[in-house]
């Protein structure tokens, strides 16, 4: 597809479960950002890859939440031991590169996060 | 602390009336602004921009005002379509070398327009 695909779209787990959750960017784009969204709220950043730059982590509320990127291109966010406060809408969003505001992200669809 | 705020949560406007989308920023060291629109169930989508070197931006129906000194910034559509009912949201970014990505958001304006 010619978008940013987030796996799955929706997800409903248990207090104290760990979930996986995927971003496929676009094609070429070398920047690869994860935000979330909680109800009634605007989106807040989590943290960003560039190409094979350290990536920057300053948006992650704990420890239990980590990021990967493997080969340049998917994404998975990890959130171990979820709480009931981490149910949001979780976004992914791509863009060519970083270095300037005309390049604006491209964003996925989400995954809605439940925790019960 | 909010620094990008839109205080209105809800807009209301007529098909082919002016809407006006109103957005605050306390972060001097932004320097380009931004207007996404989401759909339900979408993620959102860019609409327009503008560099804080610049005061006006304009696309088509959209344009994009930036008083600096009042750290305020506006999106206007006009004429307002029925198409155009989605939620709307300012971002800002940039200054110290961050990532242009890395945006602050608002908490979003819904805008509803009727027929």
């Known amino acids: 597809g010619a978008g940013v695909s987030q796996s799955p779209s929706n997800k409903v787990t248990e207090k104290g479960k760990d979930v996986e959750l995927r971003c496929d960017p676009i094609s070429g784009h070398t920047a690869l950002y994860w935000y979330r969204q909680s109800l009634g709220q605007g989106l807040e950043f989590l943290i960003y890859?560039?190409?094979?730059?350290?990536?920057?982590k300053s948006g992650l509320p704990s420890d239990r939440f980590s990021a990967e990127r493997t080969g340049g291109s998917v994404s998975t966010l990890t959130i171990q031991r979820t709480q009931q406060e981490d149910s949001a809408v979780y976004l992914c969003?791509?863009?060519?590169?970083?270095?300037?505001?005309?390049?604006?992200?491209?964003f996925g669809n989400g995954t809605r996060l439940t925790v019960t | 602390d909010q620094q990008v705020k839109q205080n209105s949560p809800s807009l209301s406007v007529q098909e082919g009336r002016i809407s006006i989308l109103n957005c605050d920023y306390t972060?001097?060291?932004?320097?380009?602004f931004l207007w996404y629109k989401k759909y339900p169930a979408e993620g959102p989508t860019f609409l327009i921009s503008?560099?804080?070197?610049?005061d006006k931006n304009e696309d088509g129906r959209f344009t994009v005002f930036l008083n600096k000194s009042a750290k305020h910034l506006s999106l206007h559509i006009v004429p307002s379509q029925p198409g155009d009912s989605a939620v709307y949201f300012c971002a800002a970014s940039g200054g110290g070398g961050t990532s242009y990505g890395k945006l602050t958001f608002g908490q979003g304006t819904i805008l509803t327009v009727h027929p």
């Open positions: 972060n001097s060291m932004f320097d380009y």
């Open positions: 890859f560039q190409g094979n730059s350290a990536p920057d």
């Open positions: 969003a791509s863009s060519p590169w970083t270095g300037s505001g005309s390049s604006p992200l491209h």
């Open positions: 503008i560099s804080s070197i610049k």
